[in-house]
């Protein structure tokens, strides 16, 4: 396993290991990663949902550089590939399942999206279609966060495309 980024090296092994697993998130039920996914609904709706796209993008990247790195030394210190309990992963990748949604959310029924997207994202993390599978072999952090950034670039698809085909059908 690949420490990943520099800056994550001088970081105290209770820090990585908090941010990984989004404190004691991480460690609660038997389906963590869903825990996850339910907090990053939250991140959505608290951080994302008003930006403006660039704003959007902007600190999408910078979540996925953070996640990516911290994600790499929870490995690390952990002593574990891709440990369960770290939920980082899918905490920063459900705003990639809205992007370009705002606006439809706005006049339409956004907990139906939202429910809509959370269901879809888990289904796609869980069965790993496609190539969201492969990504898992990546390196280190990248393989970790990078399965998650899929499935829910995935989602983000379906969304799409189901909001078209409701707007084409139903007016």
Known sequence: MNRGFQ???VLP????????????LGYWGKAPGTVGSVAGIF?????????????????????????VGICAEAEVRMQK?????????????????FI?????????????????????FRLFDITKPLI????????????VVMDDVAAAVLTCVCLH?????????VG
């Not at 949604?101 to 706005?106: A, D, K, S, T």
């Not at 969201?132 to 393989?143: A, C, H, I, N």
């Open 81 to 97: 590939h891709d440990p369960s309990e770290v939920i980082l992963d899918e905490f920063i990748a459900i705003p990639f399942c």
């Open 43 to 67: 991140l959505y709706l608290v951080f994302f949902y008003t930006l403006a796209p660039l704003y959007y993008v902007l600190l999408l990247a910078f979540l996925l550089y953070f996640a």
């Open 161 to 169: 495309i189901g909001v078209a085909a409701w707007a084409y059908f």
């Open 100 to 120: 370009g949604l705002r606006g439809y959310m706005m006049d339409h029924w956004p907990w139906l999206i939202l429910l809509l997207g959370f269901g879809l």
């Open 13 to 24: 092994s209770s820090w990585v290991c908090n941010l990984a697993t989004l404190g004691p």
């Open 132 to 143: 969201v599978g492969k990504l898992q072999d990546l390196r280190g952090g990248w393989g």
């Open 7 to 9: 800056w994550t090296s």
